[in-house]
């Protein structure tokens, strides 16, 4: 307790000690809280009977013995009666005769954290002032004069009523401003709407919610303040919430983009639905993380799927491929070997086809780093046109886009060029266009577009085209580009939709837009590499982007070298010579404290147990690293 709490104690028990009437707080468990100095003097009581703890028990069994309330039979029932008299909290107001034949007034009202405090006032004069009257005045009637006592009292006791009130008020009033300010601190939109669907309660969080709707909605109607196309995805949930049904759901916002979870919970009461209760959330990063996770998972299980496949299905081709070689030696008729060439045509695709597979079922890793889309769609360009044939013109636009985004460039140009290609195939031997288009929707998503004038996807296309081995080009397409292209995007947490326009088909792909941050100073890297020509080549990379690098070969020259006050990143290969690795070194100093951003380096295979282990703990280049792996891993870390 500080000095000026005291201070406040001590003037706070010195203001109770003046006043000319008695005063006691007991607790809910009716142990004294604080007494002042007239409530002892008035009942003589000992000082144990005035200290804060005091049962309040005790004290009436005290006053009981002592013959305060005149002749007690049984004593201990009496003192059993008045506290459970005392434990019901109620506000009350009384008057009686003392033994010593002084009448007190005593004033109770209940606290509303529980217990209750009583005053105590001595109305003796009073009460001979009053019979002075009686006996005295002949012009006042008894009737009068009694009428005037129970209105007194009954004023006393409503007095002590409405302190009691009051002070409840004030606690409401409280307890409202603290609910309020809790649910507008949520990042959640939190509301009440009448059955009518006019919104009653705010907190005031729509905005963060669903951009570009209003804040002040209080008596506005849901489809105004949603707009209706949100409106018409959450007004089969409004009807079932206003039949009594709750309700949780998700639905896309079409202005933002925006993943929402909504929750509609009845507002019922005497069985009868008087409105809705709303909670609203944006899941948008947690939908792009779920999607990314299904699609690693979908993948891991074709992998299962396939592989043993895969391996029978190499040997037989290749027993097929044998054989066609022996019939091709042999003296055959010239149809015969048609139907040779024709064998080892399918044999071939049969490979080509495998080869896809793998593509699609092998664990493919998403390995980020900044990339500038407008050289990105150049490079495209550069290497897209020379497929064109000279019919078909290539058109490519980037808008919004000029800080460099964090994406997987080869994968995303995999997924582009074998959209440019099925454009041309669309099109065909006709003058046309393709066109592929790069923005931004609402800072949350970086959308590319690629369009042509051919024939538009079928409504057999539309509904299974992402489906593997399904194709519209009879024996000449797979069936796994398109595929390949959904699976791709999913992995980095993105969408792909398919649509008809006014001229051909449209493909759209989603991808979740994180800008790199760059930091404008350089930093300190600390380097651990056993391999002095690969340590040097890593070096010219690092001072090559402006940054300084202190070198280790060993991880126990690392652990030395990581406690300089210079040093704010770690980059270490996992195996070193000696027996600790690098991974154990980065464990070491993260049991010390030490949590520098660091970063591993490895050639070790996918499915080796040391690279799984350390990779669970820590970020992971695979060897040989480029300069723009390097740049992405310092730009991650420092958009974290």
């Not at 896309?252 to 929402?260: L, N, V, W």
């Not at 939908?287 to 799927?305: C, D, G």
Request: charged residues 25%; contains cysteine.
């Amino acid at each position: 307790m500080t000095l000026a709490t005291n201070d406040t104690a001590k003037l706070t028990q010195a203001g109770l000690n003046l006043i000319g009437q008695g005063l006691s707080i007991y607790d809910r468990n009716l142990r004294l809280v604080n007494a002042n100095r007239r409530f002892r003097e008035m009942f003589a009581l000992p000082a144990r009977f005035c200290t804060p703890g005091a049962s309040f028990a005790d004290t009436i069994r005290y006053l009981a013995e002592r013959g305060e309330y005149g002749e007690i039979e049984d004593i201990e029932a009496f003192v059993q009666a008045r506290v459970r008299q005392a434990r019901e909290f109620e506000p009350h107001y009384m008057e009686r005769t003392r033994a010593n034949g002084r009448t007190i007034s005593v004033e109770g009202s209940p606290l509303p954290q529980g217990g209750w405090v009583a005053v105590y006032t001595d109305i003796t004069a009073i009460k001979q002032h009053e019979a002075l009257l009686r006996a005295r005045s002949e012009e006042l009637s008894d009737q009068v004069l009694a009428h005037a006592e129970r209105l007194a009292q009954t004023n006393r006791s409503l007095a002590a009523t409405n302190a009691a009130l009051e002070e409840a008020k004030h606690q409401l009033t409280e307890m409202e401003a603290r609910i309020r300010m809790t649910t507008e601190m949520m990042p959640a939109h939190i509301a009440h709407v009448d059955t009518r669907g006019y919104y009653t309660y705010s907190n005031q969080r729509l905005p963060l919610i669903l951009p570009s709707r209003p804040a002040e909605i209080t008596g506005m109607h849901i489809r105004q303040a949603l707009g209706e196309s949100a409106f018409a995805r959450i007004e089969p949930h409004l009807k079932r919430a206003c039949r009594g049904e709750a309700s949780v759901f998700e639905f896309t916002d079409e202005d933002s983009q925006k993943r929402i979870r909504t929750a509609f919970t009845p507002d019922l009461r005497e069985g009868k639905v008087r409105g809705i209760y709303i909670l609203s959330m944006d899941i948008t990063e947690e939908t792009q993380a779920r999607a990314a996770l299904m699609q690693t998972r979908k993948r891991e299980l074709a992998a299962q799927l396939t592989s043993g496949l895969a391996h029978d299905f190499a040997n037989l081709l290749t027993i097929i491929l044998g054989l066609q070689s022996r019939l091709s030696r042999m003296d055959l008729p010239e149809e015969a070997r048609h139907l040779i060439d024709a064998t080892r045509r399918a044999a071939r695709r049969g490979g080509t086809l495998l080869d896809r597979i793998a593509a699609i079922s092998a664990p493919r890793q998403i390995r980020p780093e900044p990339v500038l889309l407008a050289d990105f769609l150049k490079d495209l360009e550069t290497i897209a046109c020379p497929t064109l044939p000279d019919s078909i013109t290539l058109d490519l636009s980037c808008t919004g886009l000029e800080r460099p985004v964090l994406l997987d460039p080869g994968s995303l140009q995999d997924s582009l060029l074998n959209l440019i290609l099925n454009a041309k195939d669309a099109i065909s031997d006709e003058p046309g266009a393709i066109r592929v288009a790069a923005r931004t929707v609402r800072d949350t998503w970086l959308e590319i577009t690629v369009s042509d004038t051919g024939t538009g996807f079928s409504n057999e296309a539309l509904e299974h085209a992402f489906d593997p081995f399904f194709t519209t080009k009879g024996g000449e397409g797979s069936g796994l580009g398109l595929s390949m292209v959904y699976d791709l995007t999913r992995l980095a947490g993105g969408q792909v939709r398919l649509s008809n326009g006014p001229e051909g088909a449209i493909v759209t792909l989603r991808l979740p837009l994180r800008h790199v941050t760059r930091r404008a100073e350089p930093r300190m890297v600390l380097l651990v590499e056993d391999s002095p020509d690969l340590r040097e080549t890593l070096r010219e990379m690092l001072t090559g982007m402006g940054h300084r690098v202190v070198e280790a070969a060993t991880a126990e020259e690392g652990l030395a070298l990581a406690t300089l006050p210079e040093v704010d990143f770690i980059l270490s290969d996992i195996t070193l010579k000696g027996e600790t690795g690098g991974d154990e070194m980065l464990d070491r100093l993260r049991a010390t404290g030490n949590s520098i951003p660091a970063c591993l380096m490895t050639s070790l295979p996918p499915n080796d147990p040391r690279r799984l282990k350390a990779v669970r703990r820590h970020p992971l280049l695979n060897k040989p690293v480029s300069a723009d792996e390097l740049a992405a891993v310092l730009a991650l870390e420092s958009a974290s």
